[in-house]
């Protein structure tokens, strides 16, 4: 079998956890299997080096600040490669210059187009375990990128599919996808399977276990994932295609509180006015989820939406410096929501999802804002002190069953 | 015009020296000079690297090593590209991979083979100022190599002479090269100029301002050297083919005490036997010089050496293994030698100084127990407890002609 397994940054903080990954790939290396290891940065490495620079140029340019970061996975790989040796295993440490990760040119964001696999095939079939620099990429220019936060589990499902694995371990500090976060909801429950559409939906939802785009990657190539804990050797979720019929009506409940809803108050009731609100945001890659629009007074609509906190700010000035060409009288702005969702295929078959969800939440007085569907998932906003009885009520609707 | 423009780690240690450094490449800039600007890993780095390494594994593969090591230079050239940035001048920083540095392929100690300037040449066309990693080269396997201590001065050498550059000016904690130490010999004075040949008697005798490797390179290219003070903007010593031929008898004295004498009591004196030792030390990179052969007792010989103090060990060790087969009777060592050397192109033509040098000790009362010379240097073999006395007396000796 060839095995691509990623470990994150919190299981290669210190030398005695390097040591527990080398062993545990050794372990598969011995059973005559190929290992491919894919390494974030340690522990904090990623925040210290962001905050060195942030020290020098506050406004650090995006090149820059990945070629800085790329030193943080250099530095893991180099030192796994060390303690496979000192345990008497032949490895080898390649950064993305070396196995050829080609992304896009995006600084900070970027996307993998193609990978090469010669040199790692070619160290595989030396019988070296080889050990790959999560996270970053070489574009076009010859430049160094990075992938965003979480990348190094969509490097681990590239190399995945250009390697074409039996399978793409992915290990983490929880033992699996639970149907809730456990912290939140005590009688979570973990999952045996789940289908990439159903982890895409709790992943872009705040589930935070898988990088949703490492995930979309493995739909598109067909790659089973594997989601386990990398402190024990209990067996994961596994994530693929399709799961047994007899799976439950839903798969999770997930809540996120980095949201904020945005009203565009009193735009005139003409054609083009949303067109032209969500091109200015498109245009500054500001995403945008969950629309609503509503007849106001006096021939006018109200045009309300939810967007990432962190972007608030962005999203304000630009509307209103662009009050006048999209007809506003004001922006209101709302940071104490949240969004819960209740995600699951089993769903597609079964129209009652809604009203129980719905039930579960009046019962328990909470109030909902906005909702919106997808074909497998409800997600509802509501205020933010509510989120975690929410998602406590509505799991325990599905999951009594 | 190009300047290249090397500063060590101690020049970029922190962000106060990372800004003094950036102000003055950006001087030249604004002067309409194209710049290409070497940088070594900051501070301490490199060792707390080592440290590092040693940490998870006390004899790690040199291949990885260099792997780690890499990420110190490529640390500090992205730092510098954004604190440029902040002060409003276009920069980018450049790894060996993105350069193509090509060296030799042994990692720690590797020789450049080839550099590309093309993306240089492009950078500067577009007037950046051109950051890049020094100490580091990519081989033939793509794999990351380095060049040994100091040798970033090479990377800047190298680069100079690959990009035809006017200048290329070595920063450093000292104004320049002085006639000895100054913290050993207080009167010893600045030169304003040095040839290549003297520089490199100097540097392989321990004066460590240039790497050794860099002169060579420097005199193979005809690349001149400035070097000079990162501190202030005083006048350096500027390293070329010929200098004026008023110049001094002598340009410098310097010490060593990295050295030790090796003694091979009692081999036979048959044909072969000298060739027998140094060609085991050579088989193992051991570097030897200053080589004596006196006649022993009954037919027999001794012969002296001296090598570096690092490599007492391995040479000891290597003799004894072979006592039977270069017929040695016995191994001795000493530890408490050093060297004292007096370098000029003037000696060249001036038969005296030899006995000029030899007066001086003598007066000293110091005893002489080897002497090695070339065309332009006399050095002696004396007890480490003199050789700080021995300095000075040379020095006093040429100097207050």
New interface residues.
């Given amino acids: 079998m060839l095995i691509v397994k990623k470990f994150g940054g919190s299981s290669v903080a210190d ?1 005695e956890k ?1 040591y527990r990954v080398a062993e545990r790939c050794i372990e598969d290396y011995r059973q005559g299997h190929d290992v491919v290891v894919v390494l974030s940065a340690m522990g904090k490495t990623t925040d210290q ?1 962001i905050a ?2 942030k ?4 406004n ?2 995006k ?3 990945d ?2 970061l ?2 943080g996975e ?2 893991s ?3 796994m ?3 496979m ?2 345990l008497g295993v032949p490895s ?2 390649l ?1 993305a ?2 196995v050829a990760m080609h992304t896009s040119s995006a600084y900070g964001n970027s996307r993998f187009k193609r990978i090469d696999s010669q ?1 790692i095939r070619h160290e595989l079939d030396s019988r070296k375990i080889v050990i790959i620099t999560g996270f970053q990429g070489v574009n076009k220019y ?3 990128t990075t992938l965003g936060r979480g990348g190094s589990d969509t490097t681990a499902v590239a190399l995945a599919a250009a390697l074409k694995a039996d399978v793409c371990e992915i290990f983490t500090d929880v033992e699996g996808i639970y149907t809730a976060d456990p912290r939140v909801v005590p009688n979570a429950r973990k999952l045996k399977e789940i289908t990439y559409d159903e982890m895409l939906e709790l992943a872009t939802l705040g589930a935070k276990v898988l990088h949703n785009r490492s995930v979309e990657l493995a739909k598109k190539y067909g790659v089973q994932l594997v989601v386990r804990s990398s402190l024990n050797t209990a067996e994961g979720t596994i994530v693929k295609e399709e799961v047994d019929v007899e799976s439950m009506l839903i798969s999770g409940v997930a809540a996120d509180k980095n949201t904020a809803c945005i009203a565009v108050i009193g735009v005139k009731d003409i054609p083009g006015t949303a067109f032209k609100i969500f091109e200015l945001l498109g245009k500054k890659n500001l995403n945008v989820d969950n629309i609503i629009q509503s007849i106001g007074r006096e021939g006018t609509k109200d045009i309300s939406f939810t967007i990432a906190r962190d972007d608030v700010r962005d999203v304000v000035s630009l509307l209103e410096e662009n009050k006048n060409r999209i007809t506003a009288q004001r922006i209101e702005v709302d940071e104490t929501v949240a969004k819960v969702s209740v995600v699951g295929a089993g769903m597609l078959s079964n129209p009652g999802v809604a009203a129980k969800m719905f039930e579960a939440l009046y019962s328990a007085g909470i109030n909902i804002r906005m909702i919106a569907t997808s074909e497998i998932r409800i997600t509802v906003l509501l205020d933010e002190a509510d989120a975690e009885k929410a998602m406590r009520v509505v799991h325990d609707q599905f999951m009594e069953d």
């Fill in positions: 030398k390097i080096l060195l620079a020290n020098i140029n506050p650090p340019s090149r820059e600040l070629m800085l790329a030193t250099q530095t790989v180099a030192l490669s060390m303690a040796g000192a080898v440490s950064n210059f070396q040199r010859e430049d160094v």
